[in-house]
């Protein structure tokens, strides 16, 4: 069975911190696809990334970098000096039905 | 480009009544996936449409179910509710088969069962 692990119900962190996202995933598929969507308060999920399971390469994007170990099946998001906008609940998802976390409520305070 | 559309925004029902929900996928998008969002359950998958075919299911009971047209447009159809099914509903389109392809959402419809 598949399975998502956000073990981080919420944070809140002060404006201009760092915060890292964790997400744990179980799949027995040697083939697999990793995302990250944002959730806004306005409740429509956005697309942030998508990892293949071939590709260990972490990526940054901006203010945005997503750290993936197959060797601990983690898949964790870092946002750099981080903003007001940014607070919002952040899901993990692993492929086939789309399996979700159940999301980590991030709050930042001015 | 436009989005995903879902009609309506809110809904509200009483227990044993049937609802309808609308979703048009972005153009040229012919998948089309519905989730069910709740405080307690969190993002469920209820299943997928592509060309005109269910093509993935998530466990919900029959009470659930859906259509695909051949705008690729869907619909969902939930029968005798319950209170447990007020929740966030979500369309989501892609392109093509989601297991490597993002998919984009609608705002979802709000569903109260009174």
């Given amino acids: 069975a598949q399975k998502v692990t956000q073990a981080q119900t919420e944070i809140s962190v002060v404006e201009k911190e760092d915060v890292t996202l964790d997400c744990v995933y179980e799949t027995r598929d040697t083939t697999y696809y990793l995302f990250w969507y944002k959730q806004p308060p306005s409740g429509e999920l956005v697309f942030l990334i998508r990892r293949n399971s071939f590709d260990e390469q972490n990526e940054i994007s901006g203010r945005y970098s997503w750290n993936f170990q197959k060797s601990t099946s983690s898949f964790n998001f870092t946002i750099t000096a981080s903003q007001v906008v940014d607070s919002a609940v952040y899901f993990c998802a692993l492929d086939q039905k789309l399996v979700f976390g159940q999301g980590t409520r ?5 | 480009k ?3 559309t879902q009609t309506p925004r809110y809904l509200i029902k009483t227990r044993g009544q049937q609802v309808t929900l ?9 998948s089309v ?9 969190g993002l469920q998958f209820l299943f997928e449409y592509f060309s005109e075919t269910q093509r993935n299911k998530g466990n919900f009971p029959g009470r659930f179910s859906g259509r695909q047209f051949s705008n690729s447009r869907s619909e969902m159809n939930v029968s005798t509710l319950e209170l447990g099914d007020s929740a966030l509903y979500l369309c989501a389109s892609s392109l093509g088969g989601f297991r490597n392809q993002p998919q984009h959402f609608g705002d979802g419809t709000r569903l109260s069962i009174l």
Avoid: F, K, M
Avoid at chain 2, 22 to 30: A, Q, V
Avoid at chain 2, 33 to 41: K, R, V
């Fill in chain 2, 22 to 30: 609308s979703c048009s996928p972005i153009s040229g998008h012919r």
């Fill in chain 2, 2 to 4: 436009a989005g995903v």
């Fill in chain 2, 33 to 41: 996936s519905w989730y069910q969002q709740t405080p307690g359950q």
């Fill in chain 1, 106 to 110: 991030l709050t930042i305070n001015p």
